[in-house]
């Protein structure tokens, strides 16, 4: 009876999203924070021995999402709510340094857009020091690059939330680390956000048959193509509209959220974030709280890489 009530909460929520194709902006009030306390999970889904700490990184040289603030918020409570989760929240790139890095868990890099000149978020910082040549500022930037890619070799986790794989875009070594690059966006549009495998562990708090959700349908490039990841939502090209010119994919689907086992650690994605209304949905939150689990490492889940079960279905 209990997840018949939520599924009918998330239909309605669901349905109010679909009316508005462009959300408007929303403060984050008290209000606000009060609505997602009431609407998070009174639990994690998984069981953890101790509470975990979470560093959320929510630093953007490029593109401003105004749903930033929301998302650290929205992560703080249900972290707080459940009692899963410490997060520490941060702009800091001075947090992307081996010893600090190793002091949290996991990382959340919420809407970390960098400029579109380099793609690199790291440089767009360290360029701003008139002390430092292109070479030191590469150095420098490749360095903290470096020190993530490491710290999920050696078993820490990464959440990369809606434009945060922009953060260092054009790096073909993240993007195998995350699972692809950002390529390009279409308008905000309502779409269905369908399971790839209903009963996989970590979609269990979203609807069986998917949910409508108003967003920027993401296209992505480089690693992506290579699907050297586990992919758990996605949508239907076929109904995305507003496509590049040239490039409109009429068939196939396109990814949404995923997950990828790398050395010891885990890095996700989930794309779904443009707009604060989304985490107005039990079923979102709940989705969030999971993936935190996941890759803070309390829950063991298939992560087989979709390319590789291509392959082995053709043998």
Not at 45 to 66: A, D, E, Q, R
Not at 209 to 234: C, M, Q, R, S
Not at 279 to 305: R, S
Request: aromatic fraction near 12%.
């Amino acid at each position: 009876m209990k997840k018949i009530i939520i599924y009918g909460i998330v239909f309605l929520a669901s349905i109010n999203i679909a009316l508005a194709q462009n959300p408007k902006e929303i403060p984050l009030d008290q209000a606000w924070k009060d609505k997602i306390r009431e609407l998070a999970p009174e639990k994690a889904n998984f069981p953890f021995k101790k509470k975990k700490k979470i560093l959320v990184f929510s630093l953007h040289t490029g593109f401003w999402h105004w749903v930033n603030p929301h998302t650290q918020a929205m992560i703080e409570i249900i972290s707080d709510k459940s009692g899963t989760f410490e997060v520490t929240t941060s702009t800091d790139i001075a947090m992307m340094e081996k010893d600090k890095l190793k002091e949290f868990d996991a990382v959340v890099f919420d809407n970390t857009n960098s400029k579109p000149k380099y793609r690199n978020l790291f440089v767009d910082v360290f360029s701003e020091d008139a002390s430092l040549d292109s070479a030191a500022v590469w150095q420098k930037a490749n360095q903290l690059e470096n020190n993530i890619i490491q710290y999920v070799k050696k078993g820490g986790g990464i959440l990369l939330v809606h434009g945060g794989n922009t953060m260092l875009n054009n790096s073909m070594e993240f993007s195998r680390l995350t699972g692809g690059s950002f390529d390009y966006h279409t308008k905000q549009q309502a779409f269905q956000v369908r399971l790839v495998n209903p009963a996989h562990p970590l979609v269990q708090s979203l609807p069986a048959e998917g949910y409508n959700h108003v967003d920027e349908p993401y296209f992505y490039k480089n690693a992506y193509d290579e699907l050297d990841f586990h992919p758990l939502t996605y949508f239907n090209n076929a109904e995305i509209e507003g496509q590049r010119k040239g490039q409109e994919k009429t068939s196939g689907k396109t990814y949404v959220s995923w997950i990828r086992k790398d050395g010891k650690g885990r890095a996700m994605y989930i794309s779904t974030s443009h707009n604060a209304q989304s985490f107005e949905n039990p079923a979102i939150l709940a989705y969030f709280l999971d993936a935190l689990q996941y890759v803070a490492g309390d829950v063991k889940v298939d992560e087989t890489p979709i390319g590789k079960q291509a392959v082995i279905s053709l043998r």
